[in-house]
């Protein structure tokens, strides 16, 4: 059964299973027959690292095909691809609800996202990546703008970071403008959205405090959101969770390990600020910092760094949502039929009504 956890800065309510039965990799996870397929192949981009901290990019490409942009509606959505510097292969993929028109606001909400992925790998053109943000466009009713940032080991810290905030510095100059899918239509950059998942989750992070540090040198952008599907954050102890689920699906505190060596400084460790963002936080965070959407999962071992980033924000007062689904895995939302993957979407949907100003 799903249970959630509710918070804000106004109202503290906790509805929450027993943690004293708290899940283990040996607790059987409720999923299709399929999925649970899909799901062992997601495992084999993992032979794509190298142990010297490379990624084989030939195999990758072959592990992870793209998927075209298609200006037809595919599950009522319409995507294009957009350059935005080509001296550093900074794209975009945009995604349109195929009929913005019975949008009931005037304005159409717009998303910005980071996918997931280490630092690493993937990009919007994945078909994991390229569904899911169809489907959060379309249950959203918003026009998604998926950055295809810059992947280590290649590039390093703090490359996904300055991508990220110059494609929302691209859409706050009037950007869009030079974008034909979106030349004509009308914007809500009053109230735009940050939202990326794991490392993602970890880039909506440092951007949105890029932002709130800075409010007064942007044009027209207001984060009204920021939501984080399990973001990957960490640090140099081990936490239970993950002990606990060091043989979880798709990440293992090992992955974890390689990842951050990777995208992190060469001298530097997990300690480091990118991932250990917690002890920036309890100096201070920006007056500015939208609300944050932040979903955990009871089979991800990265939980209880993603409770404390939560709680975290809670404890300097900062307005926080914390939703769990307890027999969820990392990245359980790229799976469509997962049973938790279409609530998620209700959540989503909800925290952009719920924050979108101009319905007030």
Partial sequence: MHKKIVNTTQTTHIERQDMGNKPSIQTPMKMPLKDRLLLSLAGLHSLARRRDGTVNRRLLSLLDPDVAANPKPVLGVCTSDFTIDSSRNLTVRVFVPSDPSNIEAKLIPVMVYFHGGGFSMYAPSSEPYDMLC?????????????????????HKYPAAYDDCTDVLRF??????????ALSNLELDFGNCFL??????????HHVAR?????????????????????????GEERTESEIRL??????????CDWAWKTFLPEDANRNHEASHVFDSIKVGIEEAFPPALVVVGGFDPLHDWQIRYYEALKEK???????????AFHAFYVFPKFSDTAKLMEEINGFVQANNQSKV
């Avoid at 706050?172 to 030079?178: L, P, V």
């Avoid at 890029?210 to 990957?232: E, H, V």
């Avoid at 060091?246 to 992955?255: H, L, T, V």
């Fill in 134 to 154: 169809r489907r959060i466009s379309h249950e959203t009713s918003a026009v998604v703008v998926s950055v295809n940032y810059r992947l280590a080991p290649e």
């Fill in 171 to 180: 859409l706050d100059s009037e950007g869009t403008r030079s974008i034909d």
């Fill in 195 to 204: 939202a990326g998942d794991s490392a993602g989750g970890n880039i909506v």
């Fill in 210 to 234: 890029r932002w709130a540090s800075s409010t007064q040198n942007w044009k027209k952008i207001t984060l009204a959101g920021a939501i984080l599907l399990q973001p990957f954050f960490g």
């Fill in 246 to 255: 060091n043989k979880a699906p798709i990440i293992s505190p090992d992955k």
């Fill in 317 to 327: 007062g900062k307005q926080a949502r914390l939703v769990e689904y307890p027999d």
